[in-house]
């Protein structure tokens, strides 16, 4: 976090324009690279950049979070979200809605830069994480290399040999990925919930995997030994982690602005991407304060141009730049591909000798693991529900192989996009869910929960998302390196490029897919 602070100090050249573009405002910011977000993709392209001795600037929307509040800690908890959990509120949005059919969850708040959003579109709403760092602020940490076989399907034109062999490996050390020592979890009162949800998974004869994190499980272990301040044993993940948990800023970009040549600017959204006569990006971005206003809009030009603002920031721009005609040679596919990864919701209501323990941690660590069920694939992790007293509830994040895809469409009324994801593609992901969980309810002779996700009654959450993937995908809207079609200088390096699906949570895909296109990118592209 050091390395931040300083870096973050490093100002930018003003250079003024020649007259030949006197249309635009006469004096911009430049840089040789522009990355617009700072979550997995962007924090990748940032540091091979900056490796490369190519001055780069950062564009994030979200703030840094580096200074703690009156509490003195930098992150809320989800025990009592305050400010700096919502991206703009005047009431936090959580997950789960209720307990007991109670609204006991959501807390109001007063609008602020908060690190966690909710981006609703008709019929689907987004969680992503907003600072630098993106969704590695809020997320479980978990750290799944997938499936060789479905990445394979996935992305057909992709050497798996070379993914398999040097670019998951790569990413994997780099995020700082590490796995939970077995004899602790079997002894720990802290995942007793996941044993409970693992027997019941036993009893159906299903299988359990255990899953990497990036959460450092010694820290976690000194947690529970009281020789450590408690992060995951405190209640924080999605409004933030206070320690234990190795986010972007701490890997990724810490190493990115070690090389010196990289800068990250705060607070500002870029809404508008053109190109000029001489072939340069021209980005608008606007500077806000911790109130939300607009103080500044500012003008930025640079040679490359990358975009990691993740599935649903990069795709908004690019649709927008198409229909706005400020970059109207990319094709049809840019905003479409779309998928929420499968994901639903659901909670189990377990007997009462069943108990999950009023103590959880927050990083989830084991999946049910039915993705090789051809007739219905899915991948369920096992999900924390921390309020700090028993509730028998078993938590699942089902991550199904819905093979339905959406489209983005621009609206001029709002300059935004429209997300055409239907109730009914939900439906398909519900329907799998089901299948699962119908035959570990009935041979643990158990009943879903209703009481969870709002006063309706309903059992499965498929409102909303935690894995937006596609809108620009991958040897479609680019090449097969991320390479935007129709502009050369354009890279695409974040879960635009997953085509809506991969079947187990995806960072660590979208970290892997971000090195192999900078790999190409610096060694074809960025010759003089
Ligand atoms: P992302 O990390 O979303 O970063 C995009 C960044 O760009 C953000 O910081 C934005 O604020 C910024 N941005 C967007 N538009 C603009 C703009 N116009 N101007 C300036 N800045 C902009 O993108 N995945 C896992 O693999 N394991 C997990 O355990 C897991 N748990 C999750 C839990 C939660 C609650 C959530 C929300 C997500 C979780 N995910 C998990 C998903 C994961 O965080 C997500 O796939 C990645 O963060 C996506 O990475 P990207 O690089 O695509």
New binding site residues.
């Given amino acids: 976090m050091a390395a931040l602070q300083s870096a973050a100090a490093l100002g930018f050249t003003r250079v003024g324009l020649q007259s030949a573009r006197a249309a635009e405002p006469d004096a911009v910011e430049s840089a040789p690279a522009i990355v617009?977000?700072?979550?997995?993709?962007?924090?990748v392209a940032a540091l091979r950049l900056g490796q490369a001795g190519i001055r780069t600037l950062v564009?994030?929307?979200?703030r840094l979070w580096n200074t703690p509040g009156s509490d003195g800690k930098v992150f809320c908890s989800t025990a009592a979200p305050d400010q700096r959990s919502m991206w703009f509120r005047t009431r936090t949005e959580a997950?789960l809605a209720s307990f007991l059919w109670l609204d006991l969850v959501n807390r109001d708040i007063t609008p602020y830069p908060g690190v966690?959003?909710r981006v609703h579109y008709d019929a689907m709403s987004v969680?992503?994480?907003?600072?630098?760092?993106?969704?590695?602020l809020?997320?479980?940490?978990?750290?799944?290399t997938p499936l060789r076989s479905y990445f394979a399907e996935q992305f057909p034109t992709v050497d798996t040999a070379e993914m398999y062999g040097t670019y998951f490996p790569r990413a994997r050390s780099m995020l700082g990925v590490n796995s939970i020592d077995p004899a602790w979890f079997e002894s720990t009162e802290w995942y007793q919930f996941t044993r409970t949800s693992r027997k019941a998974a036993d009893n159906t004869g299903l299988k359990t995997t255990f899953v990497p994190?990036v959460y450092d499980f010694g820290h976690m272990q000194r947690e529970a030994a009281g020789t450590a301040p408690k992060s995951a044993l405190g209640q924080e993940?999605?409004y933030g982690n206070n320690s234990g948990k190795l986010s972007l800023d701490k890997t990724y970009l810490a190493s990115a602005l070690g090389t010196g040549n990289v800068t990250i600017h705060t607070l500002?959204?870029?809404?508008a991407i053109s190109r000029a006569a001489d072939g340069t990006y021209v980005l608008t971005?606007d500077r806000i304060d911790l109130t939300g206003k607009v103080v500044e809009t500012k003008q930025y030009g640079c040679t490359y141009l990358f975009l990691?603002?993740?599935?649903?920031?990069?795709t908004?721009?690019l649709v927008r730049a198409r229909e706005t005609g400020t970059l109207p040679a990319l094709n049809a596919s840019v905003g479409s591909g779309w998928g929420t990864n499968g994901n639903v919701m659901l909670g189990r209501a377990n007997h009462v000798w069943d108990t999950v323990g009023a103590n959880q941690s927050t990083m989830?660590v084991m999946g049910i693991d039915d993705w090789a069920n051809a007739s219905n694939p899915v991948f369920a992790?096992i999900a924390p529900l921390p309020i700090g007293l028993e509730h028998w509830v078993s938590l699942y994040l089902a991550i199904t192989k819905n093979p339905q895809r959406a489209s983005f469409t621009y609206d001029s009324g709002s300059d935004g996009v429209r997300l055409g994801w239907t109730a009914a593609q939900s439906a398909v992901s519900v329907s799998m869910a089901k299948k699962l969980f119908d035959r570990i309810n009935s041979a643990n002779s158990t009943i879903y929960r209703y009481d969870l996700f709002g006063s309706s009654s309903k059992v499965f959450a498929d409102d909303f998302c935690?894995?937006?993937?596609g809108g620009c995908v991958l040897g479609r809207a680019t090449d097969n390196y991320g390479r935007v079609k129709g502009y050369s200088k354009l890279y695409v390096?974040?879960?635009?490029l997953v085509p809506g699906s991969i079947g187990?949570?995806?960072?660590?895909t979208?970290t892997a897919l971000?090195e192999r296109t900078m790999a190409r990118v610096l060694a074809e592209d960025t010759a003089p």
């Fill in positions: 617009i977000g700072s979550g997995y993709g962007a924090a564009l994030e929307m979200g997950p966690l959003d969680y992503v994480g907003r600072g630098v760092g993106g969704g590695s809020v997320n479980g940490g978990m750290a799944v994190n993940v999605i500002e959204k870029v809404r971005a990691g603002g993740g599935s649903i920031g990069t908004e721009l989830p992790e935690y894995h937006p993937l390096t974040d879960g635009s187990v949570n995806p960072f660590v979208i971000a």
